[in-house]
Every structure is written in C-alpha cells, then in structure tokens.
C-alpha cells in the first residue's frame, strides 16, 4: 500500500515539474519575445528624452551638485549670518539672503545667464569681452546640449541643468556680499541693488574667468569661483561698506546671538561645497572626485590653523574662529581644487587659515571701513591667496584631467603666478569700482541706510517679525503701541 502510494505521488511530482517547465519554457519565449519587440520599438523610436549626446550620469551629478550649492545659500548663509548678527537682526539678515537667492534667478533668466554664458556680444581682436544679455527661457534652447561661451564649449549636459548650476554659484555672490552691510543696510536700497550688481558685477566677471573669456584667453584660471564668487563678495562686500556707511557707534562690533544656528550653518556650506567644487568639471569625472576631496582637505587644515591662531593671539579656540577658518579654507581652495595634489591642498589650509586671519584682525581695523561680519577679509583675501597659490602648486598630474595646458611655478611655469595676480587685480578694480558707483547712483533715488530709530527696533520695525517673541517681547509691545497711538489720532482727526 505505501509503495503504491510513493509511486503515485511521485509520478505526481513528475507530471507538475514537466507541467511547470513547459510553463517556464513557455514564459521565457514570451518575456524573449516582449524583449525583441521592445528593442526593435527603441530602434524605431529612440527617445527624446535621452539623445546620444546626453551623459545620465553627469547630469544626475550636476543637478545634485547645483541642489547642493543651493542649500549653502538657503538654509546655510541664511543661518550662517543670523546666528552671527545680534538678536534684534536675525530675521532681517535672513531676509537679505533669501530675497537675494530669489532675485538673482530671475534677472539670471531674463539677462544674467546668456550675459556671463552666452555668445559674444563684444570682442575685441578674438578676446570675449562680454556676452549677450538675452533671456534663457526659450524650451527648445533649455533641452539642447550645453555649448557656452567665445569658445562654445560643449558638455554632455543639457543647457537647462547648466542654467541652474550656474544660477547657485551667481546667488551665493550677492548673497556672501550682504554680510558687510548687515545691520544697517536699507531693505528697499538692497532690493534694488542685488539684480543690478548680478547682471553688472557678477556675469561679466564669469565671462572673462568661468565662460573662456578674455582672461581665460590669456591664461588666467578659476577652478570654481575663488575670484569670480569670492573676490567679487569679498571685494564688493568692502565698497558696499564704504558707500552705505558704518553701524550705529553703540553697535560697531561682532555679537553672534546663536552660536548653534552658526554652526548649522557652517555644516550645511562645508558640506554642500561638495557639489561647489565636484560640480565645476561639468560632469561626473575624475576631476570632480579630485576636487572634492581637495575641499574638504583644506578645509579641514584651515579650521585647525585658525583655532591655533586664536589660541596663540587670544588664549584659547572659539567656535567662530574654527568657522571661519573652515570658510576661509573652503574660499582659498576653490579657484585651486581641481588643479592641485592632497599635499598642496594643506599648504593652502595653512595659508587660508593664517592670511585671512591677519587680514581680519590686523588689516581691516586699519581699514576703518565697518564690514560688520569681515567678508573682505574672509572671501575676498581668501579668494585671492588661494587664486595666486593657483599659480604656484598646479600640478600637471591633476590638471591633465581639466585643462592638459595648466602647470604652476612649481613645475616650471612661474609666468602663472603673474597672470593669477593679473587676474585678482582686475576683478578687484572693476567690482570695487562698479559696486561703490552703483550704490551711490541707487542712493540718489532711495536712502542707502535703514532710517535710526529703525535701527533701534530692528527686525520688527523693519519687517513686523521678530525672532524670538520671548525676548523681544518689549520691543513688539512698544510697536503695537505705536501703531495704537497712531489708529487714534486719525481716528480723531
């Protein structure tokens, strides 16, 4: 009786497992079949979306990058600065960051993009001057292949994912800039002047040192924006201070209210100048992983070389300080990282840990221009120590990757060094002199500084917002009670 049984239940067993193979069989055929009908469809019609000259990857990375970038203006400067600034300003120190983000992407789209990008629109015996201020809106001109500058220069990118990398890298400048005309400043004045300074400071300078314009065509070199980001904050952070004038004289030094939102901050700028320095080759190459680690190298130097300054001058580290040289590293090795080794890469940590910081503490007093949070010292001296050391450590084993010409002092091309201190000296001239006239032409129209008793108040006078309710509980009281006074009188008059 069991034999009879096994027997049935495996010949059972013998008829599922040919039942299921013929299944399987007949499953394969069809998936085979769905497979072929499939590639001969994508043969017919190959999509629109992906053209052969498109690299997924590099565009994946370059949207990421750009994403990051972003996130270094707003939240990350955003924090970075309201942390930094007194109590009574936080709100309005962020207010500046944020509507600078947001005013610059739309003058780069109607003007700004094609300005700093575009074809020439000013040559002089084959050297670009300037490009052509056009709108970036068109949808066949957004979907087709990035090709920019004199020397159309292509990458495997579509234009509209190069628009927006771009675009970051144009919103941090003003954005940067703010921080030497905080706590005083005029919002309407700053409304007004961050689309004009973008389209007249910001694009042409991209165009000579990011585009292949003239000073690229003479030799000078920007990895990813020490002079053409940073000088022209630094630089124009400095003029702006000048031109608007000082803080009230109760209120001319550094009270950081929130140590902790400058620190969130300074996280989200380190980290997202990953996609600062990894995006500038365009795509996802060795150059990019390169740069990016360079970054966080000099960094890293930095910070420790800053703290041990402030150790030896003032007895003892400070979060501040280790920001700021964690800053002044991130500015000095931007116009470098993808053009020098690990070694150099901590010489300039040295040196922008060091510079800057004398800079900051023993130059800018001496200045007696009131750059309320040191953006001179902190990006422009730092963007112009790491734009000359540019010049001195490009090493050809790393350049070979982005720019096969490039090769520092080091390697026997000292001439470098000159064309990189060429370089910083133009952009210093024409962003100091074009920012300081701008302002002084937009003063003629609307007052420059915030009105006093503003200033007094602060955020609240100068936005109806504070940012702690708590603390500032007085200065809210007394607004709403003037606001009282004022329904009354004209309710009797």
């Given at each position: 009786m069991i034999k009879k049984y096994v027997i049935v239940v495996g010949l059972f067993s013998i008829l599922l497992g040919l039942t299921a193979l013929g299944a399987t069989n007949s499953s394969l055929e069809q998936l085979n079949s769905t497979v072929t009908a499939l590639e001969n469809h994508t043969a017919d019609y190959p999509s629109v979306a992906v053209p052969s000259w498109l690299d997924t990857g590099?565009?994946?990375?370059?949207?990421?990058?750009?994403?990051?970038?972003?996130?270094?203006?707003?939240?990350?400067?955003?924090?970075?600065?309201?942390?930094?600034?007194?109590?009574?300003?936080?709100?309005n120190s962020a207010m500046m960051v944020?509507?600078?983000?947001?005013?610059?992407?739309?003058?780069?789209?109607?003007?700004?993009?094609?300005?700093?990008f575009g074809k020439p629109l000013l040559e002089i015996n084959g050297y670009g001057i300037l490009g052509s201020p056009t709108p970036?809106?068109?949808?066949?001109?957004?979907?087709?292949?990035?090709?920019?500058?004199?020397?159309?220069?292509?990458?495997?990118?579509?234009?509209?994912?190069y628009i927006f990398f771009q675009f970051v890298f144009a919103a941090i400048t003003p954005v940067l800039l703010a921080g030497g005309v905080l706590e005083r400043m005029n919002f309407k004045a700053w409304m007004i002047f961050?689309?004009?300074?973008?389209?007249?400071?910001?694009?042409?300078?991209?165009?000579?040192?990011?585009?292949?314009?003239?000073?690229?065509?003479?030799?000078?070199?920007?990895?990813?924006?020490?002079?053409?980001?940073?000088?022209?904050?630094?630089?124009?952070?400095?003029?702006a201070a000048l031109a608007v004038g000082p803080r009230l004289a109760s209120e001319r030094k550094l009270e950081a209210h929130s140590l902790p939102l400058l620190l969130a901050g300074a996280g989200l700028i380190w980290l997202g100048w990953d996609g600062f320095n990894g995006g500038d080759p365009g795509g996802s190459t060795i150059d990019a992983a390169i740069a990016v680690l360079n970054t966080n190298v000099a960094t890293a130097v930095s910070a420790i070389t800053w703290m041990l300054m402030d150790m030896k001058f003032f007895g003892k580290p400070s979060l501040i300080g280790a920001t700021s040289g964690a800053i002044t590293g991130l500015v000095a090795i931007t116009p470098a990282a993808g053009y020098v080794n690990g070694i150099y890469a901590m010489l300039i940590g040295i040196a922008s840990g060091s510079l800057p910081w004398l800079a900051l503490y023993k130059l800018e007093p001496k200045l007696n221009i009131d750059d309320s949070l040191g953006v001179f010292s902190t990006h422009g001296i730092a963007g112009i120590v790491g734009g000359i050391l540019t010049g001195v450590f490009a090493d050809?084993?790393?350049?070979?990757?982005?720019?096969?010409?490039?090769?520092?002092?080091?390697?026997?091309?000292?001439?470098?060094?000159?064309?990189?201190?060429?370089?910083?000296?133009?952009v210093f001239v024409y962003d100091f002199a074009v920012t300081y006239g701008l302002l002084k032409a937009i003063g003629l129209f609307?007052?420059?500084?915030?009105?006093?008793?503003?200033?007094?108040?602060?955020?609240?006078?100068?936005?109806?917002?504070?940012?702690?309710?708590?603390?500032?509980?007085?200065?809210?009281?007394?607004?709403?009670?003037?606001?009282?006074?004022?329904?009354?009188?004209?309710?009797?008059?």
């Amino acid at each position: 009786m069991i034999k009879k049984y096994v027997i049935v239940v495996g010949l059972f067993s013998i008829l599922l497992g040919l039942t299921a193979l013929g299944a399987t069989n007949s499953s394969l055929e069809q998936l085979n079949s769905t497979v072929t009908a499939l590639e001969n469809h994508t043969a017919d019609y190959p999509s629109v979306a992906v053209p052969s000259w498109l690299d997924t990857g590099s565009n994946a990375w370059m949207l990421t990058a750009a994403t990051f970038v972003g996130l270094q203006s707003v939240p990350g400067v955003a924090l970075y600065y309201a942390g930094l600034t007194k109590k009574k300003y936080a709100i309005n120190s962020a207010m500046m960051v944020f509507y600078a983000f947001a005013a610059v992407l739309v003058i780069w789209m109607i003007a700004g993009y094609n300005f700093g990008f575009g074809k020439p629109l000013l040559e002089i015996n084959g050297y670009g001057i300037l490009g052509s201020p056009t709108p970036a809106t068109a949808g066949l001109y957004e979907g087709s292949q990035t090709i920019y500058g004199p020397g159309n220069t292509p990458l495997d990118i579509p234009t509209s994912t190069y628009i927006f990398f771009q675009f970051v890298f144009a919103a941090i400048t003003p954005v940067l800039l703010a921080g030497g005309v905080l706590e005083r400043m005029n919002f309407k004045a700053w409304m007004i002047f961050v689309p004009l300074w973008s389209l007249l400071v910001y694009s042409p300078v991209a165009y000579w040192l990011f585009a292949g314009g003239w000073l690229n065509q003479l030799g000078a070199v920007d990895f990813s924006g020490g002079y053409v980001i940073h000088v022209d904050a630094g630089v124009g952070a400095l003029a702006a201070a000048l031109a608007v004038g000082p803080r009230l004289a109760s209120e001319r030094k550094l009270e950081a209210h929130s140590l902790p939102l400058l620190l969130a901050g300074a996280g989200l700028i380190w980290l997202g100048w990953d996609g600062f320095n990894g995006g500038d080759p365009g795509g996802s190459t060795i150059d990019a992983a390169i740069a990016v680690l360079n970054t966080n190298v000099a960094t890293a130097v930095s910070a420790i070389t800053w703290m041990l300054m402030d150790m030896k001058f003032f007895g003892k580290p400070s979060l501040i300080g280790a920001t700021s040289g964690a800053i002044t590293g991130l500015v000095a090795i931007t116009p470098a990282a993808g053009y020098v080794n690990g070694i150099y890469a901590m010489l300039i940590g040295i040196a922008s840990g060091s510079l800057p910081w004398l800079a900051l503490y023993k130059l800018e007093p001496k200045l007696n221009i009131d750059d309320s949070l040191g953006v001179f010292s902190t990006h422009g001296i730092a963007g112009i120590v790491g734009g000359i050391l540019t010049g001195v450590f490009a090493d050809p084993n790393v350049t070979k990757y982005v720019d096969p010409t490039l090769v520092g002092a080091l390697y026997g091309n000292v001439a470098q060094i000159g064309i990189q201190a060429l370089g910083a000296l133009v952009v210093f001239v024409y962003d100091f002199a074009v920012t300081y006239g701008l302002l002084k032409a937009i003063g003629l129209f609307i007052p420059l500084r915030a009105p006093p008793e503003a200033l007094k108040e602060g955020d609240y006078a100068m936005h109806g917002e504070v940012a702690y309710v708590e603390t500032n509980g007085r200065i809210v009281e007394k607004a709403e009670e003037k606001v009282e006074e004022k329904a009354k009188k004209r309710e009797e008059g």
